[in-house]
């Protein structure tokens, strides 16, 4: 069995609270590690490295030398591929394209994008004028925040916690990382690999646990912790901002998504379909940026339906070691029980189910473990739960419209927006409507497209704040403005 210790200060070691908690397999139910619990004194043990490391080797290194490691770390992430992929695939259940194609290169990409940018970038220069002629001089300087607290989720977790580490190390800062109780492992190997390319120690440390009442908690409500960064659930987001109050530390959110995507007349039906395909099914619906909500123009809604349904029924349930498999289980039995009251919901409120609702009977060893059918909904009033609540299951509902007029006002009427997805072949239309969405990230025909150098992040109730290419200095970076009379 494995067990997964914390990682501080440059080295694996047992929990001081010698509390420890089961891992259980998404894909057949059963415990596949034990995990060590942080407490109080392993939080306060974890965050005091941290700490001591902004003012070691970490601390002084010059930028370019830091940013190079930083390079080595990615090519060392790369190298060891096969080992991140397989930690991933056991933790979360994802098929081994997921994890492949998407998860383990991003995770290397991550410190690689961050790294190349941090040592291209400057500070801004402006002078100003004087009465006496001569005039001062008003540099812009960045120092790194600090300790970051770094609170991630299990959907995607070497992704989303590289995401949010990259840049973190890359403005110079140390982190404490608090992986999902769901997803420890990766989290955990990762300091094999700062230790492999020479991070110096404290520079990246690991605490395991829950959120409330344990490692999450702690963490975030510690004094010395300078900066909070959390993807995960709105409702958790405002827990975090509140312990976070304390000593008024800076919070970076990415939360929640009840995202629409918006399908015309006149798209290409093939793409649309291979579009909706992805955006509500990949990773069995637990992405933050996927769709649940669809509005589909009347005169093709009954083709993109009778589609979408062929293709939810032509998917291949299983874990990451079923031959063929194209959709996971979900994460847990309690998220499964949370998915399966909204399916249960939607049949109470007259739903018409296109295809799913339940539980697939397998006869083997999958019968164990998390798995869910996809599911399709018509027929649902716009105030319906099922069209209003985040589900974060592989289902939608799917709404038609007969004007951009009506179709915009139901795609923003949300209290999320994180991203919409648009399926035109009118570029008009496309800029148009694009330009409507209250959403962070707009998409037209297509989805999870984006330069890492952009903007990412949600409004409303979807995050606080943008992460990615320089607008990740405006959380992991102090500025001071340092000016100087000539
Ligand atoms: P979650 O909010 O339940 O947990 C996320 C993390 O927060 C976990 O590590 C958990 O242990 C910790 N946590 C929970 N309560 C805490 C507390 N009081 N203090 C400190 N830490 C606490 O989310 P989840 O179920 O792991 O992830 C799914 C959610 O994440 C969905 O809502 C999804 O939309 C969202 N998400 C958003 C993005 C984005 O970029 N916007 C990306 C991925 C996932």
Redesign the pocket.
Known sequence: MITHRLFIDGAYRDAKSGQLFDKISPSNGQVIARVHEALAEDVADAVAAAAAALKGPWGKMPKAERCDLLMRLADAIDARRADFMEAEVQDTGHTRHFAEKVEIPRGAANFRIFAEMMKNTGGEYFHMDTPDGRGAANLELHRPKGVIGV??????PFL?MTWKVGPALACGNTVVV?????SPATATLLGEVMNEVGIPKGVYNVIQ????GSA??L??QHPRVDGIT????????E??MK?AARGLRDVSF????KNPAIVFADCDMDKAIEVAMRSVFANTG????GTERIYVERPVFDTFVARLKAGAEALVQGGPDTPGATIGPLISDE?RRKVLSYYAKARELGATVVTGGGVPQFGDARDQGFFIEPTIWTGLPEDSPIVRE?I?GPCCHIQPFDTEDEVIAMANDTQYG?SATILTENLSRAHRVGAAMEAGLIWVNSWFLRDLRTS???SKS??IGREGGVHSLEFYTERSNLCIKL
Request: charged share 15%; aromatic share 10%; with cysteine.
């Open positions: 609170i991630s989720p299990w959907n995607a989303l608090k992986p999902s109780e769901e646990g829950f959120g409330p999450g908690e963490l975030t959390f993807t995960g659930e709105t409702r958790t987001g827990a975090i312990q990415e939360l929640g998504g637990q992405v933050c940026l998220h985040e974060f994180l990412f992040g949600g979807s995050g």
